[in-house]
């Protein structure tokens, strides 16, 4: 599942300067279908639309056959909201559809924890197909930009400090938006802040691969101070609640 290898010149230069937030959790793909993102969703289940910081749960999965596990996802929303978890986004991956995001805002990041760990939740995963140990991050997370762009990209890495790594972040925003970037949103692992995650609109694939692996981003993620090999996952939203 590591997809990043799948994707890895632009994986290794995107991670520093980018974003993280990896530990203290599991591993994931995903991909994009013009049928799932006509899937209607109960009311109930839906996530309060905010741009205020929001305590969020981002899983990645690799599934056998997606139209079998949405169908099964659907049919689980009520246990999802019995635990105050509500649907947000939906993603599949660029270099591999099989693999699945699923984003869900948390009411409450204990219960949510509990939540991913019973066995209801195991025997409906393998009811849909999931392959695999999810990878499961929970995240404080704001949202900077509205844009419904359907590919993204979220990274996720480690960095000394936060506040100096949030400074050289800024300062490079111009260039990220030469290139196709946009910050959609950006926040810290709810376990360590010094995993940030970082999700990108991607508005041309070929100008950002270009900026991903050159040498004034590596040199800018050095200044930055992000440590180790980032997590880099492209995929295209199939469904936005």
């Not at 930009?145 to 506040?163: L, S």
């Not at 940030?196 to 050095?222: E, P, R, Y």
């Amino acid at each position: 599942m590591k997809h990043f290898k799948l994707f890895s010149a632009f994986a290794l230069a995107a991670g520093m300067l980018f974003t993280a937030c990896n530990n203290a959790d599991t591993k994931t793909e995903t991909t994009t279908d013009s049928t799932a993102a006509a899937d209607s969703t109960s009311a109930a289940a839906q996530a309060p639309s905010t741009t205020a910081p929001a305590a969020i749960v981002i899983i990645k999965h690799k599934v056998a056959d997606f139209s079998k596990w949405k169908a099964a996802y659907d049919g689980h929303d009520s246990a999802r909201l019995a635990n105050g978890l509500h649907n947000f986004v939906i993603g599949r991956g660029v270099v591999d559809s099989n693999i699945v995001l699923i984003a869900l805002q948390m009411d409450d990041t204990t219960k949510a924890k509990d939540f991913f760990t019973n066995k209801d939740l195991k025997q409906a995963m393998q009811k849909g197909g999931v392959i695999g140990a999810p990878e499961i991050k929970f995240v404080n997370m704001q949202r900077l930009n509205n844009d419904q762009a359907n590919q993204r990209v979220i990274i996720t890495h480690k960095v000394k400090d936060y506040d100096a790594w949030k400074k050289v972040f800024d300062q490079h925003d111009q260039a990220r938006k030469d290139a196709g970037l946009t910050v959609r949103s950006l926040g810290q692992s709810i376990s360590d802040n010094h995993m940030v995650t970082v999700v990108f609109n991607v508005a041309d694939l070929q100008k950002a691969k270009a900026f991903m692996s050159s040498q004034g981003l590596k040199d800018k993620m050095a200044q930055a101070g992000v440590e180790g090999k980032p997590d880099v996952f492209l995929y295209n939203v199939v469904q936005q609640y």
